[in-house]
């Protein structure tokens, strides 16, 4: 009989449920830290939208009234009106704010 140099079921087995056993205890962290992240940017998107909006004061010597002034004049860029969350940026007296 020749010796077949190959995994056998069992062994197969054992790396998939040390794979499961993994992917179980790293799904859940995961998942927890993107909601921090998404978080983190939208703070971020609006401290660049709060930015934007003292440029344009410089620059047009007023302030916008609305988060499309600064998309149509090219101070952000379309589907910056949004954050990752998915909640709208709108401006309130002069500041961003993520509603």
Not at 12 to 32: E, F, G, K, S
Not at 46 to 53: A, P, R, T, Y
Not at 64 to 80: N, R
């Amino acid at each position: 009989m020749k010796k077949r140099n190959a995994f056998t079921i069992l062994e197969m087995m054992i790396v998939m449920l040390v794979i499961a056993v993994v992917l179980m205890i790293t799904l859940p962290n995961i998942q927890q830290k993107e909601k921090i992240i998404r978080d983190k940017g939208c703070s971020a998107l609006l401290e660049i939208v709060n930015s934007q909006i003292m440029l344009y004061e410089i620059d047009e010597g007023q302030t916008p009234t609305d988060i499309y002034e600064l998309i149509h004049k090219g101070y952000l860029k379309e589907g910056q009106n949004e954050c990752p969350d998915h909640r709208e940026v709108i401006i309130v007296d002069g500041q961003a704010q993520a509603n």
